[in-house]
């Protein structure tokens, strides 16, 4: 029998357990989404802090990638500094700073801990050239950045979770419009990831198979919901979408922790990233978005070998009201199929 066509579906989440609402009757046509209105923004270049970051009053760079991509020491780019691509700064602002790793401590009825940690900020050349444009060479390069400070990162004493993300755009939370992301190290391991850490864990138990494999498996076998794949990594549009248009992309071989990542693993990663962006930014009209890492913790006692790390984008198609900030639940206006089917032939 054939299975009747509701006006919306509940899909249930395999790693978290939360349910999100996929809204068949309201789904609009793919290519309304390009035509949602958007308030463009961008700030002169003549007062971008980013143009010449060191006199513009930020700091030293801690990495400096030169215009043909090499990786430069501190003390002998200094001479030549205009010749830059990628640069890597401590946060002017920082929401978490330097300080001594203690343990919580008590006011009245509550936990409390220093916010230790360290906050840098990713930026690249162009003054409006977002990852959606980047080409091949510049997204290794991006990508390669984030793998060298969460190395770095790594090795300090009260780091537990280093969180990797770029905002594009007003209504993806950026203050500036030049092209930045973020690295962030803090002392605890936040609440979203340690759901996801005890979702794959608990069906590890169960299962004996990591969820993600399971999830990526049955996503290649299915096909619907895949934009761009190659040999080793893959991106499609999650079966339980929160939002329209989101993607996920995987590395398709296990892997819990996004830095163990060899160089070869890298460039084909940064290939789906790469063209993920670009097709959201030709298919839909360029909209804002952000894109972040989610890996195991840098430090725990548990060995984190259940989880397979993997990058999540989420392109600004809808805004949280009542029923989402009431209930948790996510309304997604398009299926994630239709949204796959049209980012994939999507030309870039
Ligand atoms: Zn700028
Ligand atoms: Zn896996």
Redesign the pocket.
């Given at each position: 029998m054939e299975k009747r066509q509701f006006l919306s579906e509940l899909r249930r989440d395999l790693v978290t357990g939360d349910w999100v609402l996929i809204a068949k009757g309201r789904a609009k046509r793919p290519n309304v989404f390009a035509d949602l209105k958007k308030e463009k923004f961008s700030q002169p270049?003549r007062l971008?802090p980013?143009?010449a970051p060191q006199k513009s009053g930020n700091l030293d760079p801690l990495l400096v990638y030169d215009r043909k991509g090499r990786r430069k020491i501190f003390s002998e780019w200094k001479d030549n500094p205009t010749d830059w691509f990628l640069q890597v700064l401590p946060n002017k602002f920082p929401a978490i700073g330097q300080g001594v790793c203690e343990d919580t401590h008590e006011v009245g009825p509550y936990l409390v801990m220093d916010g230790v940690g360290s906050h840098e900020v990713v930026i690249t050349r162009n003054?409006t050239k977002h990852p959606g444009y980047f080409s091949g060479e510049e997204m290794n390069l991006l990508v390669g950045a984030y793998k060298e400070r969460y190395l770095a990162l790594m090795t300090r004493e009260c780091v537990k979770y280093i969180s990797i993300f770029h905002n594009n755009g007003r209504a993806a939370g950026a203050s500036l419009s030049?092209p930045h992301s973020q690295i962030m190290a803090i002392p605890i391991v936040p609440l979203d990831i340690r759901r996801s850490l005890g979702g794959s864990e608990k069906y590890y138990q169960n299962h004996k198979k990591c969820v993600h494999c399971v999830m990526l498996e049955w996503e290649i076998t299915d096909r619907k919901r895949i934009i761009f794949e190659n040999e080793l990594a893959i991106a499609f549009c999650p079966f339980i979408s929160r939002a329209a248009f989101e993607i996920k992309i995987f590395p398709k071989i296990h892997q819990s922790y996004f830095e163990k990542i060899n160089e070869n693993e890298l460039k084909m990663f940064s290939e789906v990233l790469r063209i993920s962006l670009a097709k959201l930014r030709c298919g839909l009209n360029d909209p804002d978005y952000n894109f972040y890492i989610h890996t195991a913790p840098v430090k725990d006692e548990v060995d984190w070998h259940h989880y397979h790390w993997h990058v999540e984008i989420l392109p600004k198609t809808g805004v949280w009201a009542g029923f989402e900030l009431g209930t948790g639940i996510e309304i997604s206006t398009i299926e994630p199929e239709k949204a796959a089917e049209y980012l994939r032939k999507v030309k870039v």
């Open positions: 270049i971008c980013f143009e003054h030049h």
